[in-house]
């Protein structure tokens, strides 16, 4: 007994030791000087500054007509008034149905379709801007974002030097000048909300409308000596404040903070901005700096990823840097543009609202195996704080019980209308229900499981039992369905048999929703749903397996929503790992979206492609995917314009309005190609391109709260870790033979075939794994 446990100790010990040796290759965690924004000038455009945020409040850093500029925003500045036209008494479902059964789908576009477009709000908004002259005859010298420190320095030929954050943790920017002469005169920029509507301007939701069809009364402007405070009222009693403040720090410094405040009239009081920066001056840009360095420090060991490709490699990094300004807990969810509205006079492109039939979705896609579970948590929180409102919107559109979401939403979860197939779908809470999945399979908390993912599962289920019918064959299927955005918003968008992409959510939703109540000890209710499940039909297919969007509708077009492919991901009901009939599936459906091709896709196609191809395992096919997006779909400064900016044949769409949800989920398609572990165990580096033969990645998180850290040398993996947050079992893929196995921290082998490696864990047991 004395030798084995000397044996067990020694070799714990080796365990440890050979991870310390190899902490240096993988767990370089921090962003390197390569992966910042770099610029010999500002942007002369807002959509291509230099983007700072923390989730409640942002800023871009651009040059506007020889001014050094920053607009700045807030998450929470709506106008909130509701959708004129839209409720009325046609707004029902029964009612949308007997139209399409009439074929007189006129008078929905016009009731439920159009406010949308015509009307200037419900809508985000812009807060405002600073503005600071510069000295004449000067030029920048650099203008660079750091993203290891969340921080933007600029710097002028004249020897000046800015340096400039949003903080990570409190709704304040803060600046610093340094080498200034002995003029400074910042100047808050209000939008214009006052002022003629520009003649011929037509609505369009794309490119935004200008902001005086709002109809508010231009807010004062208040300065002092070291301060300027503009407030504004909108709609409903509503008000926001923007404050700046500054004090010499030094000769030639100039130290100063700015804090966007939102007031709603029932909402609980919060601080105005004054007082915000009153507060924030009184320490210094240093000590400041420091707690929003620490924090951002913290994000970033959260996870790493080395490849040989430096553009998709930087890419990555990029994105991370704008998940973590854009996601916060105690912040509103990533919405469109998230805290970079856009600043040109003009409500932002598609309102910059909460889209739920593809955009939110895909924004927390890397949330997950990123191992950023804390700031996915913040979407959650929006969902369940509004389920209220949710559950209303379902008994007046749907008349029925249980939960369903608008596709289209305001900042509280209110219905906005526009291309009802889509904003009034009834299949939008199973996909959100895929995100209480995701948190629960990747954390394995059972409190959140128990409070938050059963009851909306629960609520879900309930609502596709109960609006669900049986057709004539004695199948259940939807009354009518739709499959983004598929013959846009017409007749033709109503499908009378379930589409792949609403049965695939109706399925997921069902078959989740029964390993759930498993694991709450509630073996009725997943009995009751496996037995709902069994009366949907299988998806519809051409004889060649390849996915349709509704029976008898094949793929035959090119789209930029993949709604018929929801099945194999982001779902995985449908997986590589079934066998032979699934990869056919899988591969013949790949194929024929590249065989129709890109001509309508957006920047997101080929983020989600990617994603697609990487389950597929292929990994050139998803490294092609992800390196076109980041070459022609993005602006500058990385932001996700949705068009083929190079113009080359990528895409017929060339136009640039800005949205996050291709950004954030190119990042899931990389950690894709780099773990997955959806099918019942880990795969490590599953979809390389054969030309990645030095890879690496550190703490990706896999389902059943594993952190994995792994790389691969020569072409073969040569070093895998896995960290057990959590008591339980994991299966791995590996050829054991020709590799060492550590086991420590109570980690036991229960299993090995030579192909899959089986363990149990204490929480907090590891393995360590090295090539032989």
């Given at each position: 007994?004395?030798?084995?446990?000397?044996?067990?100790?020694?070799?714990?010990?080796?365990?440890?030791?050979?991870?310390?040796?190899?902490?240096?290759?993988?767990?370089?965690?921090?962003?390197?000087?390569?992966?910042?924004?770099?610029?010999?000038?500002?942007?002369?455009?807002?959509?291509?500054?230099?983007?700072?945020?923390?989730?409640?409040?942002?800023?871009?850093?651009?040059?506007?007509?020889?001014?050094?500029?920053?607009?700045?925003?807030?998450?929470?500045?709506?106008?909130?008034?509701?959708?004129?036209?839209?409720?009325?008494?046609?707004?029902?479902?029964?009612?949308?149905?007997?139209?399409?059964?009439?074929?007189?789908?006129?008078?929905?576009?016009?009731?439920?379709?159009?406010?949308?477009?015509?009307?200037?709000?419900?809508?985000?908004?812009?807060?405002?801007?600073?503005?600071?002259?510069?000295?004449?005859?000067?030029?920048?010298?650099?203008?660079?974002?750091?993203?290891?420190?969340?921080?933007?320095?600029?710097?002028?030929?004249?020897?000046?030097?800015?340096?400039?954050?949003?903080?990570?943790?409190?709704?304040?920017?803060?600046?610093?000048?340094?080498?200034?002469?002995?003029?400074?005169?910042?100047?808050?920029?209000?939008?214009?909300?006052?002022?003629?509507?520009?003649?011929?301007?037509?609505?369009?939701?794309?490119?935004?409308?200008?902001?005086?069809?709002?109809?508010?009364?231009?807010?004062?402007?208040?300065?002092?000596?070291?301060?300027?405070?503009?407030?504004?009222?909108?709609?409903?009693?509503?008000?926001?404040?923007?404050?700046?403040?500054?004090?010499?720090?030094?000769?030639?410094?100039?130290?100063?903070?700015?804090?966007?405040?939102?007031?709603?009239?029932?909402?609980?009081?919060?601080?105005?901005?004054?007082?915000?920066?009153?507060?924030?001056?009184?320490?210094?840009?240093?000590?400041?700096?420091?707690?929003?360095?620490?924090?951002?420090?913290?994000?970033?060991?959260?996870?790493?990823?080395?490849?040989?490709?430096?553009?998709?490699?930087?890419?990555?990094?990029?994105?991370?840097?704008?998940?973590?300004?854009?996601?916060?807990?105690?912040?509103?969810?990533?919405?469109?543009?998230?805290?970079?509205?856009?600043?040109?006079?003009?409500?932002?492109?598609?309102?910059?609202?909460?889209?739920?039939?593809?955009?939110?979705?895909?924004?927390?896609?890397?949330?997950?195996?990123?191992?950023?579970?804390?700031?996915?948590?913040?979407?959650?929180?929006?969902?369940?704080?509004?389920?209220?409102?949710?559950?209303?919107?379902?008994?007046?559109?749907?008349?029925?019980?249980?939960?369903?979401?608008?596709?289209?939403?305001?900042?509280?979860?209110?219905?906005?209308?526009?291309?009802?197939?889509?904003?009034?779908?009834?299949?939008?809470?199973?996909?959100?229900?895929?995100?209480?999945?995701?948190?629960?399979?990747?954390?394995?908390?059972?409190?959140?499981?128990?409070?938050?993912?059963?009851?909306?599962?629960?609520?879900?289920?309930?609502?596709?039992?109960?609006?669900?019918?049986?057709?004539?064959?004695?199948?259940?299927?939807?009354?009518?369905?739709?499959?983004?955005?598929?013959?846009?918003?017409?007749?033709?968008?109503?499908?009378?048999?379930?589409?792949?992409?609403?049965?695939?959510?109706?399925?997921?939703?069902?078959?989740?929703?029964?390993?759930?109540?498993?694991?709450?000890?509630?073996?009725?209710?997943?009995?009751?749903?496996?037995?709902?499940?069994?009366?949907?039909?299988?998806?519809?297919?051409?004889?060649?397996?390849?996915?349709?969007?509704?029976?008898?509708?094949?793929?035959?077009?090119?789209?930029?929503?993949?709604?018929?492919?929801?099945?194999?991901?982001?779902?995985?009901?449908?997986?590589?790992?079934?066998?032979?009939?699934?990869?056919?599936?899988?591969?013949?459906?790949?194929?024929?979206?590249?065989?129709?091709?890109?001509?309508?896709?957006?920047?997101?196609?080929?983020?989600?492609?990617?994603?697609?191809?990487?389950?597929?395992?292929?990994?050139?096919?998803?490294?092609?995917?992800?390196?076109?997006?980041?070459?022609?779909?993005?602006?500058?400064?990385?932001?996700?314009?949705?068009?083929?900016?190079?113009?080359?044949?990528?895409?017929?769409?060339?136009?640039?309005?800005?949205?996050?949800?291709?950004?954030?989920?190119?990042?899931?398609?990389?950690?894709?190609?780099?773990?997955?572990?959806?099918?019942?165990?880990?795969?490590?580096?599953?979809?390389?391109?054969?030309?990645?033969?030095?890879?690496?990645?550190?703490?990706?998180?896999?389902?059943?709260?594993?952190?994995?850290?792994?790389?691969?040398?020569?072409?073969?993996?040569?070093?895998?870790?896995?960290?057990?947050?959590?008591?339980?079992?994991?299966?791995?893929?590996?050829?054991?033979?020709?590799?060492?196995i550590t086991l420590s921290k109570g980690a036991k082998k229960i299993g090995d075939d030579g192909k899959f490696v089986k363990f149990s864990f204490p929480a907090g047991g590891a393995v360590e794994?090295?090539?032989?």
């Amino acid at each position: 007994m004395i030798l084995r446990s000397c044996n067990a100790f020694f070799r714990d010990k080796l365990g440890l030791i050979c991870a310390i040796l190899l902490l240096p290759a993988l767990v370089n965690a921090q962003p390197k000087p390569e992966h910042n924004l770099h610029f010999d000038k500002l942007a002369k455009s807002w959509d291509e500054a230099l983007p700072l945020g923390n989730g409640t409040v942002g800023a871009l850093i651009w040059e506007k007509e020889g001014k050094l500029r920053f607009s700045l925003d807030r998450a929470d500045v709506w106008d909130m008034r509701p959708m004129a036209g839209l409720h009325r008494e046609e707004f029902s479902f029964k009612w949308v149905q007997e139209q399409v059964r009439k074929k007189d789908y006129k008078p929905v576009q016009q009731y439920l379709d159009a406010p949308y477009d015509k009307e200037p709000a419900p809508s985000k908004i812009p807060a405002g801007a600073l503005e600071f002259r510069l000295p004449e005859g000067i030029s920048v010298k650099k203008a660079d974002l750091e993203i290891a420190n969340a921080t933007a320095v600029v710097e002028w030929s004249n020897g000046m030097v800015l340096k400039t954050f949003v903080h990570a943790t409190k709704p304040v920017g803060w600046f610093r000048f340094e080498g200034l002469g002995n003029e400074f005169t910042p100047e808050l920029i209000a939008p214009q909300y006052e002022g003629k509507v520009k003649a011929g301007a037509a609505p369009d939701p794309v490119g935004g409308e200008d902001l005086v069809r709002l109809g508010y009364k231009q807010g004062p402007i208040k300065r002092t000596e070291n301060s300027i405070t503009y407030n504004q009222e909108g709609w409903g009693g509503f008000k926001y404040e923007i404050t700046v403040r500054w004090k010499s720090a030094g000769k030639g410094i100039i130290e100063g903070v700015w804090s966007v405040s939102s007031h709603y009239p029932k909402a609980a009081v919060q601080p105005a901005a004054a007082t915000v920066t009153q507060a924030a001056l009184k320490d210094t840009y240093a000590a400041t700096h420091a707690t929003h360095a620490a924090w951002w420090t913290k994000f970033w060991q959260q996870s790493s990823i080395r490849v040989p490709d430096p553009l998709i490699e930087k890419q990555w990094y990029l994105e991370q840097y704008k998940f973590g300004s854009a996601a916060r807990r105690g912040a509103p969810p990533i919405s469109l543009q998230a805290v970079w509205t856009a600043d040109n006079g003009r409500i932002p492109p598609w309102k910059g609202d909460y889209h739920h039939d593809l955009n939110t979705q895909l924004s927390y896609w890397p949330a997950y195996s990123g191992n950023h579970l804390e700031e996915a948590l913040g979407y959650l929180d929006h969902l369940d704080e509004n389920k209220k409102n949710y559950l209303r919107y379902t008994e007046d559109y749907f008349g029925v019980k249980g939960l369903a979401v608008p596709g289209v939403t305001t900042l509280d979860g209110t219905e906005m209308g526009g291309w009802i197939q889509y904003s009034l779908s009834p299949t939008v809470s199973g996909w959100l229900a895929q995100h209480y999945y995701l948190q629960w399979r990747y954390s394995m908390d059972k409190t959140f499981l128990k409070d938050r993912a059963y009851p909306w599962f629960k609520e879900v289920c309930a609502f596709f039992e109960n609006i669900t019918v049986k057709n004539d064959k004695g199948q259940r299927q939807l009354p009518i369905s739709s499959s983004p955005e598929i013959h846009n918003n017409s007749l033709e968008a109503w499908f009378s048999q379930t589409t792949n992409y609403d049965l695939s959510i109706i399925k997921f939703t069902l078959t989740a929703g029964a390993e759930i109540a498993l694991a709450m000890g509630d073996k009725a209710q997943a009995d009751k749903w496996q037995g709902i499940l069994k009366e949907f039909p299988d998806y519809a297919k051409t004889a060649e397996l390849e996915l349709m969007f509704a029976p008898g509708h094949p793929y035959n077009e090119s789209h930029r929503h993949f709604s018929n492919v929801m099945a194999i991901h982001p779902l995985g009901l449908i997986k590589w790992e079934d066998g032979e009939e699934a990869q056919q599936t899988i591969k013949n459906t790949i194929a024929l979206l590249d065989k129709v091709g890109p001509d309508y896709w957006c920047g997101y196609s080929y983020s989600w492609l990617a994603n697609l191809k990487a389950r597929a395992k292929d990994g050139a096919g998803a490294r092609d995917a992800l390196a076109t997006f980041a070459k022609a779909f993005c602006l500058p400064n990385s932001f996700h314009a949705n068009g083929d900016q190079t113009k080359s044949g990528l895409s017929k769409f060339t136009y640039r309005p800005f949205t996050l949800e291709g950004n954030f989920a190119f990042a899931s398609g990389l950690q894709e190609m780099m773990l997955q572990s959806y099918a019942g165990f880990i795969q490590i580096m599953p979809a390389l391109p054969a030309d990645w033969q030095e890879a690496a990645f550190n703490n990706l998180r896999a389902e059943g709260a594993i952190l994995v850290s792994a790389q691969r040398k020569g072409g073969k993996i040569s070093h895998i870790s896995l960290s057990a947050e959590k008591a339980g079992e994991a299966s791995l893929e590996l050829a054991s033979a020709g590799y060492n196995i550590t086991l420590s921290k109570g980690a036991k082998k229960i299993g090995d075939d030579g192909k899959f490696v089986k363990f149990s864990f204490p929480a907090g047991g590891a393995v360590e794994i090295v090539g032989k």
